[in-house]
C-alpha cells in the first residue's frame, strides 16, 4: 500500500544509522503557530501524500467490482483511511531508513528527514503509531483479513524492499513492487471478508506496472541514484536495455488488465483494450529512440504510466456501478 514508486514506490533503502534527536524541528525564527504549521506539513510529508494517490487509484475500484458497485460507502471511506494511515507508516518508515540516501539526492532532499525538520526518533514513532491505528480502524470498521494484508505490506516494504533489496540489486523495484499491489487485495478483502482470482490479476497488473513505472523515473534522476550508491537499472545498464525491460513489462502489464475481461462488461474490455494499446504505443516509442540513439523523454513516459493506471482503475470502477452484464455471463 506504498510506493516510492510504490511500490511505487522510488526512495532508498537500508536503515541508516540513527541521527541523534537534537534534529531541529522547526526554524527558530518562526513564530509559535509558524512553527506549530511548519512541524505539521513535516508529518505529513513523511507519509508521502502525492505517491498514496495509487492507494486511492487502486482501493476504490477493487471495492466497487468486489461487489458490483453496491458496497457501503462507510466500509470504502475506513478502508481508505486505514488504507492511507497503512501507506503513511510504510512511507514514514521508509523514510527513516533512508535518510542517509534522501541527503545524497537532489529529489529527496527537501524530505522532512533529509534536512532536518522531523528528529529521527519522533519519525519512527510517528511510523509506528499509523502502523497502530491503521490496524485497528481496519479490524474494526471491516475485518481482520484487511488489517493482516495492511500490516503485511508494512513489513514486506520496510523490511524486505527497504532494508534489503533497494541497495543490493537492480530488481528492487520489480520485486518491491509487490508492496505498492497490496491495495487491490486489501480493497477486496475489506468487502467480501475473503481473496478471489480477480484481486490477484489486479495485483498483477500493478506489479507488471511498476518497473517500467519506475525506471522511466530513475531514467531522468539516473545521476542522483548513482551518487547515492542505489543500483537502480539505469544506472547499472544502457539506455537500450532498460527501455527493452520497459517494454517486455509493459506488455505484461497489458495482457495482465485483459485477464479480468470474463469478470466485466463491455465498458471495462473497451477501456482497457484502447488504453493499453495506447500505453504500449508510448513505451515502445521510447525503446525505438533509444535504439536509434535519438533524445528521448523518460519522464514523459513515467506521467502517462501513471495516466495508463488511472485510466484502466476508473474504467473499472465505471463498470462495476454501471453493472452492465458481465463478458462470461455470454457464454
Not at 99 to 115: C, G
Amino acid at each position: 500500500m506504498s510506493g516510492d514508486s510504490s511500490a511505487a514506490s522510488h526512495s532508498t533503502d537500508t536503515a541508516s544509522h540513527p541521527q541523534d534527536s537534537t534534529d531541529s524541528v522547526a526554524p527558530a525564527d518562526l513564530s509559535w503557530a509558524g512553527r506549530v504549521r511548519a512541524s505539521v506539513l513535516a508529518y505529513i510529508a513523511l507519509t508521502k501524500p502525492r505517491v498514496i494517490e495509487l492507494l486511492l487509484v487502486a482501493t476504490i475500484p477493487v471495492m466497487l467490482q468486489a461487489d458490483r458497485g453496491h458496497v457501503d460507502l462507510a466500509v470504502i471511506a475506513f478502508t481508505l483511511i486505514g488504507g492511507w494511515l497503512g501507506a503513511g507508516s510504510a512511507n514514514t518508515l521508509n523514510m527513516v531508513a533512508d535518510a542517509d540516501i534522501d541527503k545524497k539526492m537532489k529529489r529527496t532532499a527537501r524530505r522532512p528527514l533529509a534536512r532536518r525538520a522531523v528528529s529521527t526518533r519522533s519519525a519512527l514513532i510517528f511510523g509506528l503509531l499509523l502502523w497502530v491505528a491503521s490496524f485497528a480502524v481496519l479490524y474494526v470498521a471491516a475485518n481482520l483479513l484487511s488489517a493482516l494484508l495492511v500490516s503485511a505490506t508494512i513489513l514486506f516494504y520496510v523490511g524486505v524492499y527497504t532494508l534489503i533489496l533497494k541497495r543490493r540489486t537492480w530488481q528492487n523495484v520489480v520485486w518491491g513492487g509487490a508492496a505498492g499491489c497490496m491495495p487491490t487485495l486489501v480493497g477486496w478483502a475489506a468487502v467480501t471478508g475473503s481473496l478471489s482470482w480477480q484481486p490477484i490479476v489486479l495485483f498483477a497488473v500493478i506489479f507488471f506496472w511498476t518497473p517500467p513505472h519506475t525506471w522511466a523515473l530513475a531514467m531522468r534522476y539516473k545521476e542522483d541514484y548513482k551518487a547515492a550508491g542505489v543500483p537502480m537499472l539505469p544506472v547499472i545498464a544502457t539506455e537500450e536495455r532498460v527501455t527493452r525491460q520497459m517494454l517486455i513489462y509493459t506488455w505484461l502489464t497489458v495482457v495482465s488488465s485483459l485477464l479480468l475481461i470474463p469478470a466485466t462488461s463491455w465498458i471495462y474490455t473497451v477501456i482497457a483494450v484502447a488504453a493499453g494499446a495506447w500505453f504500449v504505443e508510448r513505451v515502445h516509442k521510447l525503446y525505438r529512440d533509444t535504439k536509434r540513439g535519438a533524445e528521448v523523454a523518460p519522464l514523459k513516459v513515467f506521467l502517462q504510466s501513471n495516466e495508463y493506471l488511472a485510466i484502466v482503475f476508473c474504467g473499472l470502477a465505471i463498470d462495476a456501478v454501471v453493472g452492465l452484464q458481465t463478458i462470461s455471463s455470454y457464454f
